[in-house]
T-cell receptor
Framework: LAKTTQPISMDSYEGQEVNITCSHN???????ITWYQQFPSQGPRFIIQ???TKVTNEVASLFIPADRKSSTLSLPRVSLSDTAVYYC????????????FGSGTKLNVKP | DAGVTQSPTHLIKTRGQQVTLRCSPK?????VSWYQQALGQGPQFIFQ???????QRGNFPDRFSGHQFPNYSSELNVNALLLGDSALYLC??????????????FGPGTRLTVL
């Protein structure tokens, strides 16, 4: 399984754009990149998933360079409610949902 | 449309006891995965059930077992509880056999405390 590396924590202020980068040097050809958000005492919530280039949905954008060895989750204009732990996961169809979550990135949004 | 539900919300057991946790998947989902999340760490995959069979398993001892019913709901059983089993146990459901390209929907979890 491809292991991921993320910053342990990040601080931001309301209204700012936040970019969280994840390193996955051993990503395999069939691997997809998925990001989850987790609030305390709750289950993780799917944010966005991509394979290459750029993916955008109503809450975030995911940027993946051509070599796919890293990815960046971009959260536009964060609010206090975006304070959470963000996990980057890499997986393929062979391993189904046997995801390695790691410790994630604790994002702290300040007023 | 109900999401993933888990019961109970909280549970306190003593060492050596056995515990059963329950999960009902999101409507229309056929695959259930279980995760253990210790305090301050990310979730760790325990196993996954599809078509009432265990299909994938993480690095957990045989004390951890499960079951999936015809209605796709699932149970997680842990025998001979240890203090280190104290954690938040998460259930996640997905569709179409649970391939990683599918979105997993997580439940709120069951907080297990072993004394």
């Amino acid at each position: 399984l491809a292991k991921t590396t993320q910053p342990i924590s990040m601080d931001s202020y309301e209204g700012q754009e936040v970019n969280i980068t994840c390193s996955h040097n051993n990503i395999a050809t069939n691997d997809y990149i998925t990001w989850y958000q987790q609030f305390p005492s709750q289950g993780p919530r799917f944010i966005i998933q991509g394979y290459k280039t750029k993916v955008t949905n109503e809450v975030a954008s995911l940027f993946i360079p051509a070599d796919r060895k890293s990815s960046t989750l971009s959260l536009p204009r964060v609010s206090l409610s975006d304070t959470a732990v963000y996990y980057c996961l890499v997986g393929d169809e062979v391993n189904f949902n046997k995801f390695y979550f790691g410790s994630g990135t604790k994002l702290n949004v300040k007023p | 449309d109900a999401g993933v539900t888990q019961s109970p919300t909280h549970l306190i057991k003593t060492r050596g006891q056995q515990v059963t946790l329950r999960c009902s998947p999101k409507s229309g989902h056929d695959t259930v995965s279980w995760y253990q999340q210790a305090l301050g760490q990310g979730p760790q995959f325990i196993f996954q059930y599809y078509e009432e069979e265990e299909r994938q398993r993480g690095n957990f001892p045989d004390r951890f077992s499960g079951h999936q019913f015809p209605n796709y709901s699932s149970e997680l059983n842990v025998n001979a509880l240890l203090l280190g089993d104290s954690a938040l146990y998460l259930c996640a459901s997905s569709l179409a056999g649970g391939y990683s390209t599918d979105t997993q929907y997580f439940g709120p979890g069951t907080r297990l405390t072993v004394l």
